[in-house]
């Protein structure tokens, strides 16, 4: 199975915020990301609009369907009624929920799904409703998984975070990858779709890929970004698409 890339805008849009300057541009650095061959861009708008605007939003949305018509359009936030009438307006292809608090630096923690799986599911219909794929933002718990089924999402998005934070311990990265793997496979025969995302690098990807052979989708911002100053976009993106076909 092919992993698809999707190249989170949001480090861009934070470097362009540190002025009141145009650049540099989210919609360009996602052109030059499209064409080098990611599948898809990520966006996490928030409401302090830290990084993404919401008025970034329907420009990446014209973007694509102007320019990349195969390409994705997935927006992740959590799920107030000003996001989800942001998702209704701009019909993304994937909505990805997540439990974050606003005042969050990042995401840090999937849904606790035995708590909040019947407040999730209406929302998760009525996403569906609008023909939304919907990914929601989960902990490597393959007891959680089952959970996460009776929302009626499509996939889950698996939170890698402690994964990679373990990049200069190999037995704890295993450790962690194996917990990844087994939700994976318990997500899998619950029939969710498999998703990843949260500082993934060159590096920690291939051994993913390899546990998880039907991943469907990584979402990657911060070390792509972080490559991109080093090599540009452009070949940042190649880099990780390498790195998903070892």
Not at 153 to 160: M, P, S, V
Not at 204 to 227: D, F, K, M, Q
Request: charged residues 25%.
């Amino acid at each position: 199975m092919k992993t698809m890339l999707s190249v989170n805008l949001n480090a861009v849009a934070q470097l362009r915020n540190r002025r009141d300057l145009p650049w540099p541009s989210v919609v360009a650095m996602g052109r030059i990301a499209l064409t080098a061959g990611a599948h898809g861009l990520t966006v996490h708008p928030r409401p302090d609009e830290r990084h993404i605007r919401r008025s970034d939003v329907p420009e990446i949305r014209a973007l694509i369907d102007d320019e990349f018509p195969g390409a994705e359009f997935n927006i992740e936030g959590y799920p107030s009624e000003d996001f989800l009438q942001l998702c209704e307006a701009v019909e993304p292809e994937q909505v990805t929920l997540v439990p974050d608090d606003p005042s969050q630096a990042t995401s840090d923690h999937g849904w606790n799904f035995a708590k909040h799986h019947n407040y999730l599911k209406p929302i998760v219909a009525r996403l569906n409703q609008s023909g939304k794929r919907v990914a929601l933002f989960a902990d490597a718990d393959a007891e959680q998984v089952k959970w996460a089924a009776d929302t009626g999402a499509d996939r889950i998005e698996l939170y890698t975070g402690p994964y990679a934070a373990m990049y200069d311990d190999l037995d704890g990265a295993a450790r962690e990858l194996e917990l990844l793997g087994q939700t994976a496979d318990a997500a899998t025969a619950a029939g969710l779709a498999i998703n990843a995302g949260h500082d993934l690098t060159v590096a920690n990807l291939p051994p993913l890929v390899s546990r998880i052979s039907n991943l469907a989708e990584v979402s990657i911002g911060h070390g792509l970004t972080a490559e991109a100053l080093e090599f540009g976009m452009a070949e940042a993106v190649k880099r990780y698409l390498g790195a998903l076909a070892e």
